[in-house]
């Protein structure tokens, strides 16, 4: 399984972008796929994830920005980012294969290259 991360890019702040994570190997229909992004101290942050069934979870600094969709026909999973913030630039990852257990969702094992989301102020 390989993840293919693209479409970071430069935007302002209050405009948009639309990352993209092709993902090879059969396991897009089934599988959870996430998107992070890292901050300082190299960690990952959550900030959205679709199921296999197609439900959808943000971060709640996202939340009514961002919107995660999957294309199982193109094996792709996109992020369309409205609105963005100086606070939301780094290295975004996706993830795939992770799964829930009560309220913590733990990332899979599977991750795509970063992408690099710039935003000025």
């Known amino acids: 399984v390989q993840l293919q991360a693209s479409g970071g890019g430069l935007a302002q702040a209050g405009g948009s972008l639309r990352l993209s994570c092709v993902v090879s190997g059969d396991i897009l229909s089934s599988s959870s796929v996430a998107w992070y992004r890292q901050v300082p101290l190299n960690q990952r942050v959550l900030v959205a994830r679709?199921?296999?069934?197609?439900?959808?979870n943000y971060a709640d600094s996202v939340k009514g920005r961002f919107t995660i969709s999957r294309d199982n026909a193109k094996n792709t999973v996109y992020l369309q980012m409205n609105g963005l913030k100086p606070d939301d630039a780094g290295v975004y990852y996706c993830?795939?294969?992770?799964?829930?257990?009560?309220?913590?969702?733990?990332?899979?094992?599977?991750w795509g290259q970063g992408t690099l989301v710039t935003v000025s102020s």
């Open positions: 993830n795939a294969g992770g799964y829930s257990s009560g309220t913590y969702y733990y990332f899979g094992r599977y």
């Open positions: 679709i199921s296999g069934d197609d439900s959808t």
